[in-house]
Structures are given as structure tokens and as C-alpha cells.
């Protein structure tokens, strides 16, 4: 039995905003497996962040945690330009990162990550949590059973009101728009529907300064259905959100609430399901796979192949709609 399995994973975070204070009650469900620490260029941050999630330390830099023997794995969730440097410090300590997304500014970083880990024996896990949502899974298996024949068109709807500010509105911390920040997710969900994503072209509506708030992206997949996305932060939100995908199949079609809420087929038989309420944005799912993962030395579910094809995937949308990414 190695010391992974008998003591529990020091987990500390790089940044101290609204994501750490969100990952550490996700993470309340994991304890005793997982401890806390918390990592600020504030201290009275740090400490407030430790006080309020029953942590067992409080660091005034990153520099610090990383060095520290009382740190096992380190979740860098400070702004994107920042992420290649906190994972190549991190690795270079010996330590495992967890690293939100998204993981790097480009995919080329994220081949410079994966060459780190080669080289030091040390994972890196993406925070990336729809590749858990229990939707996911639920439409990933009717498809499979052939409850709506051959899949032929995918639309993904994920268009919403989002304001943002602070990092999120400065090029040069956010490394992109809206579909680098926050279409990551529905560009991992597009590629892990048991499809492979084989090209992509995109287009920006609206307004053309700035960075982008909408884009939408069409894919051809290996197998034969063609997808598109629409992301945007600029569309009214009714009903709190709500927003429905549909897969169209030759014998049937297959309905979704974008958020996961509840997935509807009808064809060769009708029928509704509520995937997983539960855990409906898959973040419980993501970090039990993470510390199985990390107790076992082994790669998670969502691996870091993935998440560089992901972030291949926007950059190729970016080219083909003329727009400067960052």
C-alpha cells in the first residue's frame, strides 16, 4: 500500500478569488481524502479563504506553497496567462498540478506541459468539468444504443448574458474572448460525444472590435454528423437560462437541456430522463476521478491529449473566422 492510499491529498491553491472559494465546497464532499491550503500574493486573503473552508495553512505567495513540503498537489485557478508559468514552477517543485481551464494559451504550451510531466513523473489534470456532466454521458449512451438511428446534425446551444470585467476584459490576462474563457467547455462536450471532430470553421456575428462575445463554430466529425455551436455572452437569458440541444438522428431526434437539467429522446421510443441532478455540472464526478487518478498514478478520464485537442480545435476556429484570439 503506497502513502497515497493511507494519507490524504494536500491540495493547495494558487489564487484566492471566487474559483478557489467555489472548488473548495465542491471539494468539502472529498474530506477526509483531501486537505486545503490556500496560496495568495495577500496573505489576510489567504488566511480568510483557509478560515472560512477549515484549512490547514495560509501561504503570502505562490512561490512559497510551491516550495512547501506540507503540499502535495498544487490548482493553479489564477488568470490564464499566468497558467504555463505556476504549472512549469509546480512541476519543476515536484509537485501535481490541477490547472482550471483553460489549461494554456495555446496548445503548443500545453505540448510544453505534457513534456514537463514526462520529465518529472508528475500529472497535470484539467479542471474541465463538462467532460464529467452527467448529460454527457446520459446522450453519449442513447446515441450508442441506437435509440435515434444514424446521428445527423448536432446543435449545441449555449448562448446567454454573461457580464464580465476584471481579467476576463483584458486581452492580454484572458488570452481570448468568450469562446477561449468560457466556450472551452462546449468545445470539449462537442468532442467527447463519441465523435471525432475532423475540422472546424467558425464565424463571429454582431460587432467586430474588441474581443469577441459570440461565435458560432461548424464541425465535421470522422463519422459522419455534422455539429454546430453557438456560444455567445450577449444573448438574453429567458427562464433563468434554460436553452435546448438537439441531436437529429434518421429514426429519431434527441432533445437536451444545455445545462443538463433533463434529456428527452423520440423515435423508436420516447422517453425522458434527468441525468443528474445531483451533480449536474459534474464537478463532484471530476475531482473523485482526479484523486482516484492521483492515488492511483494514473490519467484521469479528462486527459491532458484531450484537452490539447480542445484548445487545437479553437485555434483552428479562430483562423478560419479571421478574428485575433488575444
Not at 59 to 85: K, M
Not at 252 to 274: C, D, H, K, P, Q
Not at 278 to 296: H, Q, S, T
Request: with cysteine; proline share 4%; hydrophobic share 40%.
Amino acid at each position: 500500500m503506497s502513502v497515497q492510499d493511507t494519507h490524504p491529498m494536500r491540495l493547495c491553491f494558487l489564487g484566492c478569488g471566487r474559483v478557489a472559494d467555489a472548488h473548495s465546497s465542491r471539494l468539502a464532499r472529498l474530506r477526509p481524502g483531501v486537505t486545503l491550503s490556500y496560496a495568495s500574493r495577500s496573505i489576510d486573503k489567504a488566511r480568510a479563504l483557509c478560515s472560512r473552508h477549515g484549512g490547514t495553512k495560509a501561504f503570502g505567495s505562490y512561490q512559497e506553497a510551491i516550495d512547501s513540503r506540507d503540499v502535495d498537489v498544487v490548482a493553479v485557478v489564477t488568470p490564464p496567462a499566468s497558467h504555463l508559468e505556476w504549472v512549469r514552477a509546480s512541476l519543476d517543485a515536484g509537485k501535481d498540478v490541477i490547472v482550471e481551464k483553460p489549461p494554456a494559451l495555446s496548445s503548443s504550451d500545453l505540448g510544453e506541459i505534457e513534456r514537463g510531466c514526462r520529465a518529472t513523473g508528475r500529472f497535470v489534470f484539467v479542471a474541465e468539468n463538462y467532460y464529467y456532466k452527467p448529460v454527457l454521458a446520459a446522450v453519449r449512451r442513447a446515441i450508442g444504443s441506437g435509440a435515434i438511428g444514424e446521428p445527423l446534425f448536432i446543435h449545441l446551444n449555449a448562448v446567454k448574458r454573461q457580464r464580465t470585467g476584471g481579467w476576463r476584459d483584458d486581452p492580454a490576462e484572458a488570452g481570448g474572448g468568450a469562446l477561449f474563457e468560457g466556450g472551452i467547455h462546449w468545445v470539449n462536450f462537442a468532442g467527447a460525444l463519441g465523435f471525432t471532430i475532423r475540422s472546424v470553421k467558425a464565424a463571429r456575428p454582431g460587432r467586430r472590435e474588441g474581443l469577441e462575445r459570440s461565435m458560432a463554430l461548424l464541425f465535421e466529425y470522422e463519422e459522419g454528423p455534422v455539429g454546430l455551436l453557438s456560444y455567445s455572452w450577449d444573448v438574453a437569458s429567458p427562464l433563468g437560462g434554460l436553452r435546448a440541444s438537439r441531436i437529429y438522428g434518421r429514426e429519431g431526434s434527441l432533445v437536451f437541456e444545455s445545462n443538463g437539467l433533463f434529456m428527452a429522446t423520440s423515435g423508436r421510443r420516447w422517453r425522458i430522463r434527468f441525468p443528474g441532478l445531483g451533480d449536474m455540472l459534474g464537478y463532484r464526478a471530476m475531482f473523485a476521478d482526479f484523486l482516484r487518478a492521483w492515488r492511483a498514478r494514473t490519467e484521469p478520464g479528462m486527459t491532458l491529449a484531450r484537452a490539447r485537442r480542445d484548445l487545437e480545435v479553437i485555434e483552428e476556429a479562430y483562423r478560419s473566422a479571421g478574428v485575433s484570439k488575444g
